[in-house]
């Protein structure tokens, strides 16, 4: 006959065996939303590119902005050559301005000794006699530095009948536009004889005293205002050439009216 031996002690709890947590925490899935993980692979995946694209983005505008600096370097030198081409037209038309005013002033400096000669001829008195008239050449106040009057001055010699006569053709000279007043003055003034003509000196045995006569020396500087602003004076004197020429260069503007 078969016996039964069936152990209970086994189906107890304490003889139950445990299951291996590890085995089953390494079996296990984990569970719930998966979303987290697939956004952090897309990073992964996504960042290079997505870095290589903005490199390359990067590098052709680099090669854009270098292209367009060069073509602002060459702009730049193309407009510093017509800046100096500029500087050097304004350089020259300012050196023909400055040439065209010195030669303007010297022009506007003109004194016509016909105009002067003819001023004269109407201030002199009819006692008295002009022998010699001499330009005076301008004079430095110090070495080096320019006349006060460029015009210079004017010298005139002659005889007079008596000192009141002297004095009448100064004070007549002070008043002509074409010298300064005040810079007008007698030089000198002796009684000498007057010059005998040789007619008389010629008569034999005849011996006649001439009569006393004033011999005098007037200086006085020339007027220094310009030409232009005499040009009324100039006309009554009859110098039309002069007058002409100052009322053209008036008209274009190289003398101020």
């Not at 590890?22 to 960042?47: C, D, F, Q």
């Not at 001499?134 to 106040?141: D, H, S």
């Not at 310009?226 to 040009?231: D, G, K, N, T």
Request: charged share 20%; proline share 7%; net charge positive.
């Amino acid at each position: 006959m078969y016996s039964l031996d069936v152990n209970f002690l086994k189906d107890r709890p304490a003889y139950q065996t445990k299951p291996d947590k590890k085995r089953g925490m390494a079996l296990s899935l984990p569970g719930g939303n998966l979303t987290p993980v697939y956004i952090g692979a897309a990073l992964g995946v996504g960042l290079p590119g997505l870095f290589g694209v903005a490199w390359w983005l990067l590098q052709g505008k680099i090669v854009e902005l270098e292209g367009t600096i060069a073509q602002l370097d060459q702009e730049s030198k193309r407009l510093d050559t017509q800046i100096g081409n500029l500087n050097q037209i304004k350089a020259q038309t300012s050196a023909i301005k400055g040439e065209t005013q010195a030669l303007v002033t010297v022009f506007d400096q003109i004194r016509p000794w016909s105009a002067m000669l003819q001023d004269l001829r109407d201030r002199i008195p009819a006692a008295v006699q002009i022998e010699n008239i001499k330009q005076i050449p301008p004079v430095a106040v110090a070495e080096g530095q320019p006349p006060n009057n460029p015009a210079g001055g004017l010298e005139i010699t002659g005889l007079a009948r008596s000192f009141n006569d002297v004095n009448d053709f100064l004070l007549s000279l002070q008043q002509s536009q074409f010298l300064k007043s005040s810079e007008s003055r007698i030089i000198t003034a002796t009684l000498v004889d007057a010059p005998v003509t040789s007619s008389v000196a010629a008569i034999p045995g005849v011996i006649i005293k001439p009569p006393q006569v004033v011999k005098y020396t007037i200086q006085s500087s020339m007027n220094d205002v310009p030409a232009s602003e005499l040009i009324r004076e100039l006309e009554k004197k009859g110098t039309v050439g002069l007058v002409a020429r100052i009322r053209t260069m008036q008209q274009t503007g190289v003398i101020s009216k």
